[in-house]
């Protein structure tokens, strides 16, 4: 645990490529070359807007009714809360490690290696889970469309080896092609939105999806989990930070221009959505047919060509998410790796790249282990693998997100670095109450996030506690563990 110095933090020694004491110079990420359009780009293709509006929004819907909007807008202001501590502590740190970096200059490197724990159980889980839902997705086009009726384990497996060549080949392939496929999923929904609003749908353009009292209802608990996964992924903006141009600079607006983007164009498409239908029936309507809600909708509106090219884009959406996924995981083991969390191989790059070759192809060896392990065992790739792992993923995540707004509040109660109360305490401490809130809906409503399930999907949440618990007690034996995070 660090101690309280009793003058501010000085800056640490430039980074030598994350070498441990007595270990050869290794290469490292190639600095300066993200802007904040491309870290922005990573940031919406992990939150899938495409898989996440036809994924996620009928279950909102089906909980709220027409508040839906509202409701992503409210999980927006969350993020926005927790940004601002958030950006105030980008400014004193620069590291690879996500959220992991800022913890453990908060708590120390013991409990930072707790949530190095949580992060790894996270992200593994949350990819092999899409990948899952990828598989089904991905074999109901090609059958329906091609009428290649091949298992939907063919697709995946081959999808999983697509994305792993491109992560382990370097990020500058993998943003050409996430800059096509995100922008084609967003020019795919803004033509149906301005169909809606032109033609303006059942409810005639109605303002009645932002009204605050249409919050009030039983299901807003629900809707706002939902919601609040939709922003999956936000933790791009500080992964890529070592390879942004002028970090203290571009790291603050991709957070905030990410935040604005994602809950302006859920708010957006979604009140088009709710005026198509109707604020009396959207309820109904989503939870009558939530995997065919969105293409009945843009049939209606605009025409079958449109509803088939959102069917071929939802899986695309799924290639561009796990790309940003992998990419960002990747980088992960690469900081744990150099702070001697990992095996040091993983804190390696290519030394012409400056890609985490090896820690991205090992995300993509062990996410084949996984998958290959629920396939062999005959899991239904949705009740079981998607959602179990799914749920799982989401509430480690949400520990980690905790665990990182009260490193914020500790960070600058402990070095004086910024006095602004609003930015150091209030913020956070906002933040903190908000996702803990969050948490409690999560765990509360568990069977909900498994689809109705429970009975020994409810026991792995057993191993949230387990991974911490395991992090915490290796970072106990090995005091050389050093998360090298660049106070400024």
């Not at 105030?88 to 992991?100: C, K, L, Q």
Request: glycine share 10%; with cysteine.
């Amino acid at each position: 645990m660090p101690t309280t110095p009793s003058h501010p933090a000085q800056p640490s020694p430039p980074y030598d490529g994350g070498a441990l004491a007595g270990d050869p110079p290794r290469a490292g990420l190639k600095p300066g070359r993200l802007g904040v359009g491309a870290i922005v780009f990573f940031v919406v293709a992990a939150v899938a807007p495409m898989a996440a509006i036809v994924g996620a929004s009928p279950v909102v819907f089906s909980a709220i009714g027409v508040a839906a909007p509202a409701t992503y807008l409210l999980a927006a202001l969350l993020f926005v809360v927790f940004a601002v501590g958030y950006v105030a502590m980008s400014r004193h740190i620069t590291n690879a490690g996500g959220f992991v970096a800022y913890i453990a200059q908060g708590f120390g490197a013991r409990v930072a290696t707790a949530a190095a724990g949580l992060a790894i159980l996270a992200y593994t889980t949350l990819q092999a889970a899409l990948w899952s839902q990828f598989s089904v997705f991905a074999h109901d086009l090609a059958a329906d469309k091609l009428g290649l009726d091949l298992p939907g384990a063919v697709w995946m497996f081959a999808g999983l080896a697509l994305v792993t060549a491109l992560t382990v080949r370097g990020v500058d392939v993998s943003l050409k092609v996430l800059g096509l496929l995100v922008l084609c999923e967003v020019a795919a929904f803004v033509v149906l939105d301005l169909a809606v609003i032109v033609g303006g749908g059942v409810s005639g353009n109605s303002l009645a999806a932002f009204d605050p009292s249409a919050l009030a209802a039983p299901g807003l608990g629900i809707a706002f989990l939902f919601c609040i996964t939709c922003f999956t992924g936000f933790e791009a903006t500080v992964v890529f930070s070592e390879e942004a141009k002028d970090p203290h600079r571009t790291i603050p607006r991709a957070v905030y221009y990410s935040i604005a983007f994602i809950g302006l164009f859920y708010a957006l498409t979604t009140w088009a959505l709710g005026n198509s239908v109707g604020a009396d029936g959207v309820a109904e309507a989503a939870a009558a047919d939530p995997a065919g809600f969105v293409f009945a909708i843009a049939e209606h509106e605009v025409g079958s060509w449109l509803a088939t090219t959102m069917e071929i884009l939802v899986v695309t959406s799924f290639i561009a998410m796990l790309i940003g996924f992998q990419n960002m995981f990747a980088r992960y083991l690469y900081a744990l790796g150099r702070a001697g969390v990992l095996p040091h191989r993983l804190g390696t790059a290519h030394p012409k790249t400056g890609t985490p070759a090896t820690a991205a192809l090992v995300v993509g060896i062990g996410l084949a282990a996984i998958l290959a392990g629920f396939t062999l065992a005959g899991a239904d790739p949705i009740t079981v693998t998607f959602s179990w792992l799914l749920s799982l993923g989401t509430v480690s995540l949400i520990a980690i997100l905790i665990l990182t707004s009260a490193s914020i509040i500790a960070f600058f109660g402990r070095t004086r670095l910024e006095t602004n109360v609003w930015k150091t305490r209030v913020a956070p401490g906002v933040a903190l109450l908000g996702f803990a809130v969050v948490a409690y809906l999560a765990v509360t409503n568990y069977d909900v996030l498994l689809g109705g399930q429970g009975g020994i999907a409810r026991w792995l949440l057993l191993l949230i506690p387990l991974c911490a618990a395991l992090g915490f007690t290796w970072a106990s034996i090995r005091p050389g563990i050093n998360y090298q995070a660049e106070l400024v």
